[in-house]
C-alpha cells in the first residue's frame, strides 16, 4: 500500500504533505527533527494514484482547500 499522509508540526502548527509506502517509518523520520503529529492519510494499492494525489495537494490550491474544509476540526 501507498499513503498520502499530512503530518502537522506540533510547534508551530505548520502542515507536511506527503506520500510513502511505509507511513510509521515515515512518520519516525520526520518527528526526528521536530514534533509531528499524523493528521490525516490516505491509502491506495498503485503508487502512482499516490503521487499523482500528493501532487495535486502541494501544487492545487483547490485540491487542498476542499481537503482543508472537510479536515477544519482535525486541523485545530
Same mark, same amino acid.
Given at each position: 500500500?501507498?499513503?498520502?499522509?499530512?503530518?502537522?508540526?506540533?510547534?508551530?502548527?505548520?502542515?507536511?504533505?506527503?506520500?510513502?509506502?511505509?507511513?510509521? /517509518?515515515?512518520?519516525?523520520?520526520?518527528?526526528?527533527?521536530?514534533? =509531528?503529529? *499524523?493528521?490525516?492519510?490516505?491509502?491506495?494499492? +498503485? $503508487? #502512482?494514484?499516490? /503521487?499523482?494525489?500528493?501532487?495535486?495537494?502541494?501544487?492545487?490550491? =483547490?485540491? *487542498?482547500?476542499?481537503?482543508?474544509?472537510?479536515? +477544519? $476540526? #482535525?486541523?485545530?
Amino acid at each position: 500500500m501507498y499513503y498520502v499522509y499530512i503530518l502537522k508540526n506540533t510547534r508551530t502548527n505548520e502542515l507536511y504533505y506527503g506520500y510513502t509506502n511505509n507511513i510509521e /517509518r515515515r512518520i519516525a523520520e520526520h518527528s526526528r527533527k521536530q514534533p =509531528q503529529e *499524523l493528521v490525516y492519510y490516505e491509502a491506495y494499492k +498503485s $503508487e #502512482s494514484d499516490a /503521487r499523482n494525489r500528493e501532487m495535486k495537494l502541494k501544487h492545487h490550491a =483547490q485540491a *487542498l482547500t476542499a481537503l482543508k474544509g472537510r479536515l +477544519s $476540526e #482535525s486541523l485545530k
